[in-house]
């Protein structure tokens, strides 16, 4: 196995082609076919850009990373069955062999994003980050943490230890391009999932993402850089090109993907539109090579972790094992939100 110290990675900006208007009265079936056909079509379109891209940037681009929920959009109304029986893939499903068969073609780890099933788990989905390496093969699968309006490990979190332990809640992969890890979308507003990522050796962060893109600096652009500067570590980070064949118009969540080096330093970012304009060089020599110096900026070997433990073990904010007696509706999610607030309300914190 070769190992990389500098390579080119991207952030691929595609539009996000939704199945959300796929329906039948009869369901089932074909409901079912209507949205794996759309599927096929992002992946054969995907699978076009990606060759093109790869031929305009040069072969040494050996990470491409592709935006969030790039497959299907996000679920407008459905219920969570509804939403698994339209949108959501399998772990070991048709779609991951067809991506990872262009990872194969093109000898590149690509990173991106989708709605799963998991059979441990019936009735419910997780949104997945997932990473591709160049045999094809899945060698990382992160379920999102943080969602207001989908399950999460979290939501059924005793069971979800005893099927995946906690190395599989926060994974990292080791590989001959660096240590990987993958952020969901607005998780980069939560410091301790790329902290918890960071303490297992991640030095790339995948973030695959669909975010209003803004000339001035938004929140997610800050956490961005703040992420990348506190665990020393590059974000490649792809936003959609707009949301297609939803309500919501199209250019709402179109525009911004960048790659951020391990000092804070934005090194290619796109505007508006398809775009493979947001490509850099991944120097993990350099950062490697800063991770080990003494001094003031090497942030990571200067924490103190246990100073912070005991606080987060003492704080009981949002609650776990709320789905874990079976299905619910969507209403749960605000339902559980709002007696979080009001919990917290009470005990004068908020």
């Known amino acids: 196995m070769t190992n990389f110290e500098s390579y080119r990675a991207l952030a691929l900006q595609v539009t996000c082609h939704a199945v959300n208007q796929t329906s039948d009265a009869s369901g089932g079936l074909r409901l079912r076919h209507q949205g794996r056909s759309l599927i096929e079509n992002s992946i054969n379109r995907l699978a076009q850009q990606i060759a093109a891209s790869i031929a305009f940037i040069g072969f040494d681009c050996r990470l491409i990373v592709l935006p969030e929920y790039f497959l299907t959009g996000f679920p407008m109304g459905d219920s969570l069955g509804g939403w698994a029986e339209k949108a959501c893939i399998e772990m070991a499903g048709a779609e991951y062999e067809a991506l990872g068969k262009i990872a194969q073609k093109h000898k590149i780890f690509l990173a991106g994003n989708a709605y799963e099933v998991d059979p441990n788990f019936p009735g419910l989905y997780f949104q997945t980050c997932f990473i591709l390496d160049p045999s094809g093969s899945i060698i990382l699968r992160y379920r999102r943490l943080n969602s207001l309006f989908a399950p999460t490990p979290h939501d059924v979190w005793d069971k979800y230890l005893d099927c995946y332990g906690l190395e599989g809640v926060f994974p990292v992969a080791k590989t001959e391009i660096g240590n990987l890890a993958a952020l969901a979308s607005e998780e980069i507003l939560y410091p301790e999932v790329a902290r918890c990522l960071a303490m297992r050796g991640a030095e790339i962060f995948v973030h695959s993402t669909s975010e209003v893109y803004n000339k001035n600096l938004t929140p997610k652009d800050a956490a961005k850089i703040t992420r990348a500067v506190e665990n020393m570590a590059y974000v ?115």
Not at 241 to 269: F, M, Q, T
Not at 278 to 291: N, T, V
Request: aromatic content about 6%; charged content about 25%; glycine content about 8%.
């Open 236 to 350: 490649v980070s792809a936003n959609t090109a707009g949301i297609a064949n939803i309500a919501i118009p199209i250019a709402s969540a179109d525009g911004g993907s960048k790659i951020i080096d391990h000092r804070g330093i934005v090194l290619a970012e796109t505007g508006a539109g398809e775009s493979m304009a947001a490509f850099a060089e991944i120097d993990l020599a350099a950062l490697r090579r800063d991770r080990r110096r003494p001094g003031l900026n090497n942030l990571l070997a200067r924490q103190r972790f246990e100073l912070y433990a005991e606080s987060y073990q003492q704080s009981h904010f949002y609650p776990a094992n709320t789905m874990l007696e079976g299905e619910v509706d969507r209403k749960h999610f605000l339902q559980t939100q709002q007696a979080t607030i009001e919990r917290l309300a009470k005990l004068g914190i908020i």
